[in-house]
């Protein structure tokens, strides 16, 4: 399957709607995904990235519909990570001596992935790479995400084959972004931002300022995943800014985890509280371990004040929770308030725990946890309710 995009630029991709995990099982991905493969023909031929592992004898049977591949000119890679780069070895038996044009760093990562000493050509920000009438112009986009990562710049047409930059896991047989449900579109692109670009947000608004400062004409950004951005491709490099600015909505979002309801109970109340208090916050209640890690991680990016619960086991929380602490300290997310909560029996550590996690992860602890021993009664729960309307005037 292709598709075109600009008068002989084509997407040579892979639309995977089956996928529900991605990078390993730690990503959701609820609409699939699509690996975007971009084949650019001029008086020189380019092929700009290929497609994950599973899909790759597909890939190059069906690439080879479209094209002899002694007249493939240039391989360019813009990323290494294994679902951009996993069909180059068997594309790469075809075409063994054959050019690929690739970051330094992208050297290190392909030789390390697949052990092969292919033809690469290192490129940095400003190369530029003839195709005849169009040139590739190579913007280095080093942590965003990868050290390796690129993007490429097809002048005339005016379109910026991002990479993973601008993309969103979707499925799509029409891969535009004025096709699809724009409810599902920004969805994913923000469950992607949070998942994914957080933790590299200052650099992100370095490298937007710098492309923006090149004052190139832009038709269209071609992202390595989900939809091609063609109608208004700005809008979302200015959601990307946004999202870069330490992003907060007006939510505070309750995430819990309860063995025998008690802590659940508290986080109910505490949601009364904090609506009583404020009238305009969207409050937002997850049980952790019934809930999916990526799209509370979303949920969090577009907080403004996070609240977690947990009961206290083996001087412990819950493993859930554990599991949720360990991703938003890798996220490293910025301005945020919280604060904990949970019930306990007889030594009641989880919330101190809580607490300190949520500091090292970068979280402004606004006030003194809530504990209640055991099953919350009248009082505990009265103080819950206190403990939302306090919580909400801090934050
Ligand atoms: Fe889509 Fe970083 O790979």
Redesign the pocket.
């Known amino acids: 399957m292709k598709f075109e995009i600009a008068p002989n630029v084509y997407w040579v991709g892979k639309i995977d709607w089956e996928l529900r995990k991605f990078h390993g099982e730690e990503y959701s991905t609820h609409r699939g995904s699509s690996y975007n493969s971009y084949l650019i023909k001029d008086d020189k031929t380019a092929l700009i990235d290929t497609v994950w592992l599973p899909f790759a004898e597909e890939f190059v049977s069906n690439l080879a519909r479209e094209i002899d591949f002694d007249k493939i000119d240039y391989v360019i890679a813009n ?1 290494a ?1 294994m ?2 780069s996993g069909a180059l070895p068997e594309l790469m038996r075809h075409i063994p001596d054959k050019p690929i044009y690739c970051t330094a760093n992208a050297v290190k990562s392909l030789k390390g992935h697949y052990h092969q000493d292919w033809n690469f050509q290192v490129v940095k920000t400003g190369d530029k790479l003839s195709l005849g009438k169009k040139d590739l112009v190579f913007v280095e986009a080093m942590m965003l ?2 050290p390796d990562s690129m993007m490429t710049y097809l002048t005339g047409d005016a379109i910026l084959f991002s990479n ?1 930059a601008f993309g969103q896991h979707m499925a799509s047989e029409r891969l535009f972004n004025d096709l699809v449900a724009q409810s599902e579109l920004f969805e994913e692109a923000t469950k992607y931002y949070a998942n994914i670009l957080t933790p590299f947000s200052p650099l992100v608004t370095k490298k937007i300022n710098e492309v923006i400062a090149l004052n190139l004409p832009l038709q269209a950004i071609c992202p ?2 989900g939809v091609i951005w063609r109608e208004n491709p700005l809008q979302i490099v200015q959601k990307y800014l946004q999202w870069a600015a330490d992003y907060q909505e007006n939510q505070i979002t309750i995430i819990y985890d309860t063995m025998w309801n008690g802590t659940r109970i508290l986080a109910e109340n505490i949601a009364r509280g904090i609506v009583q208090k404020d009238d305009k916050v969207t409050v937002k209640l997850y049980n952790i371990a019934r809930s999916d890690i990526n799209d509370l991680v979303t949920e969090v990016f577009k907080s403004k004040a996070i609240l977690l619960g947990s009961p206290t086991i083996n001087k412990g929380i819950l493993s859930a929770m554990a599991a949720l602490l360990e991703m938003i300290t890798g996220l490293k997310f910025k301005n945020k308030k919280a604060a904990a909560f949970g019930c306990y029996g007889w030594s009641g550590e989880s919330v101190r725990i809580l607490a300190d996690q949520l500091t090292k992860a970068g979280f402004a602890i606004a006030g003194e946890g809530l504990k209640a021993v055991w099953q919350p009664n009248d009082e505990a729960l009265a103080q819950a309710f206190e403990f939302g309307k306090e919580f909400a005037g801090k934050v």
């Open positions: 990323h990570e679902d951009h995400h990868w993973d390595s995943h």
